[in-house]
Structure formats: C-alpha cells, structure tokens
C-alpha cells in the first residue's frame, strides 16, 4: 500500500498572509517534504531565492528537489530552525518572508522506526535528528520518577502524570521499555479507569499526552521554539535599525508560525506580542488561524493546527 501524500495544513492561509512576489526571498525555517516551499517557489519565480532549513537530512532533501524542479534557486541548510536566523546573517541573507510550520512531515509519523507514534510499533526513538545522542528509551530508562512525572506533567499536561511515572519505573524494573507498544501499554494500564474512559474525558488514546511530552523533550522543541521566535522579535529590531541583533529580516517581512499544541501556541503569542509591544512589528492575527471545515475532513492533521503572522515594522491588520 502507498503511503498518502504529505498536505501542508493551512496552505491557502499562509500564501494570502505571507504575499510572496516575483524576486522575493523565502526562508522556510521547518521545510519538511517541501509543501509549503513549493508554493512560495511559484510566487517568487526564477528571480527569486527560496531557503530551506530542516533538522532532517532526508527531508531536507526531498524538499530541495522539489523546489530545483520549479526552476527556482534553492539554498538548503541542514540543522535546528533555531538556528537559521545566526546562519542567514552570516551569510548576509535577509528574507521577506519566514515560515515555521513545526508540525511534523506525515512521513515522519508514518516512519515506525522513528518512534513518534504509538499506533505503529516500533522503537522507543522519537529523535527527528537521529545523530542527537538522547531517544526517548533512554529519558525513559534513566529519569527518576519524580523527574518523570515533572516531564510528563509540564509537556504532556497529563493530570495522571505521577500514576503513569510510577508505572513506567515499576515496569523498568522487570525488563527495559525498548518499543512504542511497551510504553503505550504501560501508559494505559496507568489511567485506565480514572477520570474517566481511558482515563481522559475526550476521545484521545490515553498514552498521547505522555507521546507528546517525551517527544517534546528529546527533541527540546519548545527551547528551540522560544529561541526562533526571540530570534524574530531581535531580527524585527535589527531591521528597522533599532537593535543590534542579527540582519536576517527585511523591513516589513512577514513571519509566520505553524503550532500544533497550546504550550506551542503559548509561546509565539507571548513573543510576537512582546515584539508588537517593544514596537518593532505588527501582529496580522487577531486570533490563531485555525483550518476551516473542509480542510479538517481532507486532511485531520489540520484539526489542531494553530497559524500566528507578524510584520516587521507597523503595518494594517489584514481581515484574519
């Protein structure tokens, strides 16, 4: 059976608020299978410039090819988006327009060997990089349980936090927890009957909540996130001339946030909000962006989709 193809979540959104035109450059901080950039391509043209930065080498890849195929010039970048903003400057790239979209590629959570997800049996891995030294096994193997349940609370906002981190040390007790399987089992068992069916009042497999929180940690996705966008508030200010942060924005670039959970979302608001406050950039979403109707039933990864847009400078607030 063929895997599906990847969809980007709010396509037409992005396009309409980011205003790519003939020439401009594109950073596409998250490329993923190159979905989004390949949009962006088609609006800057030949003249134009489309950067892409993933952490993983083979979608980095893919995504490279897709955009060479359009005829438009391509610099990849392998590393952490958190890090773009430092590489543009050094190379003396300033973009009009950036996305971080920091999802995952369907491929990635189709990938069992990746560990992401536990309706597919595989490794306990969950690393998007899989040079980084630290799985998700070995957070599992090695935390204390009191650190554990901290983890799962803080990431996962699992209420049954410690039942589940006293489960999990028990069960290592008897033999190591190596597989997805092993762990969503253990995590059931755990809050199965409380609060509930599953332990959850909501249709959620109980285990998602702690998925999700040791994802998070394997991968630091909020530090790297509350970097980029600290990252963007100093851009904002280096380019209007206002601070001595690097020069990787131009004025009136738009910066756009995919986010896929509300400890995500928490963290751009606060920060395009301090931007906004400190006078360097205009926030163009009233509210997150959310998919529409249709978009959900073409594609559920949408559902939980959440998009934030700033302008550099001051700028009139479009009808989102």
């Known amino acids: 059976m063929s895997r599906p193809a990847h969809i980007p979540v709010l396509r037409r959104q992005v396009s309409d608020l980011l205003r790519l035109g003939q020439g401009h450059t594109y950073a596409d901080a998250t490329a993923g299978l190159g979905g989004h950039a390949a949009d962006a391509a088609r609006a800057v043209g030949p003249a134009g410039h489309i950067i892409l930065n993933d952490l993983d080498p083979a979608n980095l890849a893919a995504a490279t090819r897709a955009v060479e195929t359009l005829g438009v010039p391509v610099t990849p970048f392998h590393g952490n988006f958190a890090a773009l903003p430092a590489e543009l400057a050094r190379r003396g790239i300033a973009a009009h327009a950036v996305l971080a979209d920091v999802g995952f590629a369907s491929n990635q959570v189709e990938d069992a060997s990746r560990g992401l997800s536990f309706s597919r049996p595989g490794p306990l891995d969950m690393r998007l990089n899989p040079a980084s030294p630290t799985s998700a096994a070995t957070l599992v193997a090695s935390l204390s349980e009191a650190d554990l349940a901290d983890l799962i609370d803080r ?71 509350e970097a980029f966008v600290d990252q963007v508030r100093a851009g904002a200010a280096a ?82």
């Open 239 to 320: 380019a209007l001339g206002l601070g001595p942060g690097p020069r990787w924005l131009l004025p009136e670039a738009r910066v756009a946030v995919i986010s896929f959970h509300s400890l995500e979302d928490r963290i751009v608001k606060r920060g395009f909000e301090a931007a906004q406050a400190q006078g360097v950039a205009t926030v163009l979403t009233r509210r997150p962006i959310e998919a529409e109707p249709d978009e959900v039933d073409a594609n559920p990864r949408a559902r939980s989709a959440r998009l934030r847009v700033l302008q550099v400078g001051i700028a009139a607030r479009p009808d989102y």
């Open 155 to 225: 990431y996962g906002e699992e209420r049954h936090a410690r039942r589940v981190a006293r489960r999990i040390v028990e069960r290592r007790a008897e033999q190591p927890i190596q597989t997805t399987d092993d762990l969503a089992a253990i995590v059931r068992s755990a809050v199965r009957g409380v609060g509930g069916a599953g332990g959850h009042s909501g249709a959620i497999d109980p285990a998602t909540r702690t998925f999700q929180a040791l994802r998070i940690a394997v991968n630091d996705e909020l530090g790297n996130l």
